[in-house]
């Protein structure tokens, strides 16, 4: 057996809690070395129990040749702001290595498919034949059916349905607890609100709310 992975958390908010938490349950796969945060002074040794590195891009000087990272950056609805981090720390170092994170007890089909960066929280199952695009995130008990396709940098917050053979645009932002029919679209940018049933396509960057859900053009 393979001695686990060095890994490094971009993000030293809530969200990067949480996938501390999901890359803590897997000690077989990573070794977390520490989290990246500018927001952070060096008087802040360490949070979530491991040690503060520095800015995002500082991190990667600071982490060991071999880690890998994955984002912690967190949002409220569509924003650019997680492909922007992105980005940076790809212009920084454009050998980087992103980690796919997956939950202990999250369930994942042996035919499905998870891009570069991609973290499946608590209680995740993705189904059958599903992809999951490079930095997308699947919340703590979302539902991903069979043959769906999520975006890259989409989120599927907590408790989210995604009947079979749907399509989620890249950064989607579906809200928690909300439900898509199947062989729905669900366009780029689109959010989709908390509760929200959706049975009809959704535009790119539109906003979809209600049950059954009413779309709002951009």
């Known amino acids: 057996m393979s001695a686990p992975a060095p890994l490094v958390v971009v993000g ?6 949480v996938i501390v938490d999901c890359a803590l349950s897997r000690p077989d796969r990573w070794a977390i070395v520490g ?36 984002l912690g950056v967190g949002g409220l609805g569509p924003s650019p702001r997680r492909r922007e981090v992105v980005a940076r720390l790809a212009a920084a170092a454009p050998s980087l290595r992103w980690a796919t994170v997956v939950h202990a007890r999250a369930v994942v089909a042996d035919t499905a498919s998870l891009g570069d960066g991609v973290v499946i929280f608590a209680g995740s199952v993705i189904n059958t034949g599903a992809i999951v695009g490079a930095h997308a995130v699947v919340n703590t008990g979302a539902l991903v059916e069979h043959d ?51 049975v009809g396509d959704v535009p790119d960057g539109a906003l979809a709310v209600g049950v059954p859900a009413r779309v709002r053009l951009p």
Do not use: K, N, Q
Request: hydrophobic share 45%; aromatic share 8%; charged share 15%.
């Open 12 to 17: 030293g908010g809530e969200h990067a809690r």
């Open 35 to 70: 989290y990246a945060d500018h927001a952070e002074s060096a008087e802040t040794s360490e949070r979530f129990g491991i040690p503060w590195l520095g800015d995002d891009t500082t991190a990667i000087a600071r982490a060991p040749a071999d880690a890998y990272f994955v």
């Open 148 to 198: 769906v396709s999520v975006g890259a940098f989409a989120f599927l917050g907590p408790g989210t349905v995604i009947g079979g053979g749907v399509a989620i645009g890249e950064g989607a932002f579906l809200g928690l607890g909300c439900r898509v029919r199947d062989h729905v679209t669900v366009g780029a940018g689109a959010l989709i609100g908390m509760g929200a049933v959706v």
